[in-house]
């Protein structure tokens, strides 16, 4: 391990610890690397970086978080929560299993958590308080929630690995829609059982023709999983063509219900804006700290170290899982 290798792991674990957001310890770390090995190569790798945030599948990014965004501006996750509390808002958990299974199907429009906690989570938060429920528990439901967005398509850091690995991304999202199914009803299935003590008991269930009117309410903006997940799965638009077709049925949906005027929607795009920069910097900063990982041949490394610990696929799996978790105990996603 050379000194340049060492300082650099050193740096970004220390930077870490003192709480400095990823894509800075990330950036920091790999500069400090490129500065004490070889300087001269500082213009071919910023040129490598630069040019894999130029690959068009990174373009579905901003499309799907825009998406999101002018949803929630728009009211459109009312009624996606409205119609989750019509179903089971009666059952044991009330509001905490409308929590859940109003961001399945949120997911299924966005594919990001930013969405689903910034717009479903206002909603929720402020839903489950007003009934009783403890704040805490309240948060922990939403953010626990909120992950399935990034795990059922459409799903942005799905998107980011299929470009970084070379996989497909439709088998990535058809492999992401039974693990987001599983997450949700596990949690469901736990707030079932723990309903009895974090808060208070179900609301009255809706009559039929109340649940159809919901379902009425929430119709189209349901159809957009459909839309989006469906073309992309069936081959007849790209990610990046969906994100741009979720965007457009967003805005059509907002002038069907005609609840977004103009000064929201500029608000909208400006709140997307400032949500896909952070992601766009943290991919461009683990790029390069991949690469330096790569370099120095960490990855065989470990390969080394995992095959003589274990030889049985299933743990290798386990293991790497186990390594994932901890590492997305003090990393954001897309760092990790």
Known sequence: MTI??????????????????????????????????????????????????QSYLYTAIPFFILASSLMNTAGITNRIFNFANSL???????????????????????GTVIGDAAGLGRIEIHAMRKAGYRPAFAGAVTVSSAVIGPIIPPSMIMIIYAELAEVSIVDLFLGGIIPGLLIGSVLMVYIYFAAHRVGPKPIKPYTWPERGRAFSNSLLPALSPVIVVGGIISGI????????????????????????????????????????????????????????????????????????IVDNWILTILLINIVLLLMGMIMEGIGA
Request: hydrophobic share 60%.
């Open 4 to 53: 340049a290798f060492s300082l650099f792991i050193l740096s970004f674990f220390v930077l870490l610890a003192i709480g400095i957001p990823i894509a800075f310890c990330l950036g920091f770390a790999s500069m400090i690397y490129l500065i004490l090995s070889d300087a001269a190569n500082l213009a071919i790798i910023f040129g490598r970086t630069q040019g894999v945030l």
């Open 88 to 110: 089971v808002g009666h059952v044991r958990g009330g509001l905490a299993q409308v929590n859940v299974l109003a961001s399945i199907i949120f997911s299924g429009m966005t």
């Open 237 to 308: 638009i790209t990610p990046t063509e969906a994100g741009l077709i979720a965007v457009l049925y967003a805005l059509l949906l907002a002038g069907i219900y005609r609840s977004m005027s103009l000064k929201q929607m500029v608000l909208a795009f400006r709140e997307a804006a400032l949500a896909t920069a952070m992601p766009l910097f943290i991919i461009s900063t683990a790029i390069l700290f991949s690469w330096i990982i790569t370099v120095e041949q960490v990855p065989g490394f470990l390969v080394g170290v995992l095959g003589g």
